[in-house]
């Protein structure tokens, strides 16, 4: 799944400034996203996570280990310049693997 970053509002802005409430809101959006395909969060195997400042590693790993606790997945947290939406302060790329 390609990267996903916060929800904008009517222009192109994260509807929060809140590195935490970006990550749960993120996650949310994978989860309805990996329903559409008939999977869960819990078939997540790998997840790279960029940040605009790696010291939000420490809010961001809790958020990420709750929503992703059944699977456990291989991740990656890299630090990175600017994203393309405005006041983003992360976005979040999964891979899951569907058993049918």
């Known amino acids: 799944m390609p990267g996903v970053q916060a929800p904008k509002g009517?222009?192109?802005?994260?509807v929060?400034?809140?590195?935490?409430?970006?990550?749960?809101?993120?996650?949310?959006?994978?989860?309805?996203?990996?329903?559409?395909a008939?999977?869960?969060?819990?078939?997540?195997?790998?997840?790279v996570i960029y940040l605009k400042?790696?010291?939000?590693?420490?809010i961001v790993s809790p958020i990420r280990a709750e929503y992703l606790k059944n699977s456990i997945p291989?991740?990656?947290?890299?630090?990175?310049?600017?994203f393309v939406r405005k006041g983003s302060k992360i976005e979040i790329e999964v891979?899951?693997?569907i058993n049918k």
Not at 19 to 30: D, G, M
Not at 38 to 47: E, I
Not at 53 to 58: A, G, K, L, S, V
Request: charged share 30%.
């Open 10 to 14: 009517e222009v192109n802005e994260v």
């Open 16 to 36: 929060t400034e809140d590195v935490a409430e970006q990550t749960k809101l993120i996650f949310q959006e994978i989860n309805d996203i990996l329903k559409q």
């Open 38 to 47: 008939g999977a869960t969060l819990d078939d997540v195997v790998k997840a």
């Open 53 to 58: 400042d790696i010291n939000d590693f420490e």
């Open 74 to 82: 291989v991740s990656t947290m890299i630090e990175v310049g600017e």
């Open 95 to 97: 891979t899951a693997i």
